[in-house]
């Protein structure tokens, strides 16, 4: 959990530069992340976790937070390995 949460906050700190934010923290309601950033999040979990990002996964509550984009991860890679 904490490499899969480490891997999320490097992204996010490395594209969202001179803030610091919570795990908890939303991005988006925050204004450091839009819309449009959600696309290279996306991406990124694809690429670094090996997972497939559904339409039905396309909900702003799966990306909002470092906590919520883990807990995302953890549930498809747990799908993907059982």
Sequence with gaps: METVKNTV???LRSHISGTGFDDDEDIF?????NSLFVMQ???????????????????????QS?????????????VSVG
């Design 9 to 11: 906050r490097d992204f």
């Design 29 to 33: 309601a925050s204004g450091y992340a």
């Design 41 to 63: 999040l996306i991406y990124m979990v694809e690429r670094e976790f090996g997972i497939a990002v559904a339409d039905e996964d396309l909900e702003f509550e799966n990306f």
């Design 66 to 78: 470092i906590n919520s984009i883990t807990s995302f991860v953890l549930s498809k890679t747990a």
